[in-house]
């Protein structure tokens, strides 16, 4: 028996939420955007009047105001945005079990087992859903049926916005093969101009590449493409309980003005390495590795990581390697105009033991005070304020005594 999935997307997310306070807006060219001056200026979201235009996400400010010069920017509201974001999916929850977001604004629902609960028609149920979620929330829906997550995903992108396109056994060739390969799930622009330069330019003529081909070209990355492309997609749609374990977290930013300085430079990592250390402790994750990237002007990225000696979720600890790989990478004056920190081969807590010798035992009992201090400031910032308490710089440099 074929599982019966729907992928819902809501349409012009952070915009449409954004419509909501401003109906005054929804006729006229809206756009969500970063901050213009901390060079955050790029589109977040569009409405329908502003996508008509032309305007694209993740498309600057300029580029956008080039093509519509009479478009409204408005702030983003993330808080506002997971608010509405946990409210659609608790609607989905009363439908199945099985719902599996993907980002703030899709997810997946696995209706198999439910479905004669609500009548037992897939499309039905889709369109209920858009019908409901149009009514309580305010927001449109396009939703993909399919009988596997890939063809839902394709079916909600099929025909925007508020639509239901269904993607079943006896259509799927004569709808999903004549589509642009890139509008296939992972195939992102690099892997677009590899396949082009193949003639692979729809998902058909990927279905129709020999397999031996795509591995040496893409490895295995290109043999799931195949099975996608052939409709073999096999991946469940997870539960909340049954979530695949984050592989990594990290934070980056975007400067108002560039970097030049080797103290700028240092104190940017410090702030990104607390971000990523609270994160961790929050999540009961130890990073066994670290990984940065650095970018110029230019937005030329330039990346480096590392094992890390234990397991940790030390700002002290992630602190260093950081600044260890990034002056790797990079030397002064030369500008920074984006610094990313990211924790990698997270262990849960209960794994995540350390093997003493004669030298770090000696250092366990400075661990251990120093991840006490760690989580008395989170108690600190979660009654006050992120902004409550900070490592001062020039303490996350004493390697020998944090507390000194």
């Known amino acids: 028996m074929d599982r019966i999935i729907l992928h819902c997307d809501l349409n012009c997310f952070y915009a449409s939420v954004e419509m909501l306070s401003h109906e005054d807006l929804r006729k006229i ?105 149009k009514r309580e929330m305010g927001l449109t829906l396009s939703v993909g049926v399919s009988f596997n997550k890939v063809f839902a995903k394709l079916g909600s992108d099929y025909k925007k916005p508020d639509a239901t396109t269904v993607i079943s056994r006896e259509n799927w060739k004569q709808l999903v093969w004549p589509l642009p390969v890139g509008d296939l799930l992972f195939v992102g622009g690099a892997a677009q101009k590899l396949l082009h330069q193949y003639g692979i330019d729809t998902i058909g003529a990927l279905a129709a590449c020999r397999q031996d081909m795509l591995s040496s070209l893409m490895g295995k990355m290109g043999l799931q493409l195949h099975e996608y492309a052939n409709g073999l997609d096999r991946e469940p749609v997870r539960s909340r309980e049954n979530r695949e374990p984050v592989k990594s977290i990290g934070n980056g930013t975007t400067f108002p003005e560039n970097l030049t300085t080797a103290e700028q430079v240092h104190n940017s990592i410090a702030v990104l390495a607390d971000s990523v250390a609270s994160r961790l402790r929050h999540a009961g994750l130890y990073a066994c590795g670290i990984h940065v990237t650095v970018r110029d002007p230019e937005f030329h990225d330039r990346s480096r990581q590392k094992q890390l000696s234990s397991p940790t979720c030390l700002i002290r600890d992630l602190a260093a390697a950081a600044t260890e790989l990034v002056f790797a990478l990079w030397k002064p004056p030369f500008p920074v105009r984006m610094l990313t920190v990211t924790a990698i081969h997270l262990l849960p807590a209960e794994d995540a033991y350390e093997q003493m010798n004669l030298f770090t035992a000696a250092l366990a009992p400075n661990r251990e005070k120093q991840e006490k201090l760690e989580s008395a400031m989170e108690r600190i910032r979660g009654k006050y304020g992120t902004g409550a308490i900070c490592f001062g710089t020039t303490q996350l440099e004493n390697e020998e005594d944090p507390l000194a």
């Open 29 to 133: 060219p809206v756009a969500v955007c970063g901050d213009p001056a901390s060079r955050h200026g790029i589109i977040l979201a569009k409405n329908e009047p502003a996508k008509k235009l032309g305007v694209q996400t993740a498309e600057t400010i300029w580029q956008a105001k080039k093509k519509c010069p009479d478009l409204v920017l408005l702030p983003p509201h993330h808080d506002l945005y997971r608010q509405y974001s946990r409210m659609v999916n608790a609607i989905y929850e009363q439908y199945t079990d099985l719902v599996e977001p993907f980002g703030i604004d899709e997810s997946w629902l696995d209706v198999t087992g439910s479905i004669h609960l609500f009548g037992g028609d897939p499309k039905a149920l889709a369109d209920k859903l858009r019908e409901r979620v």
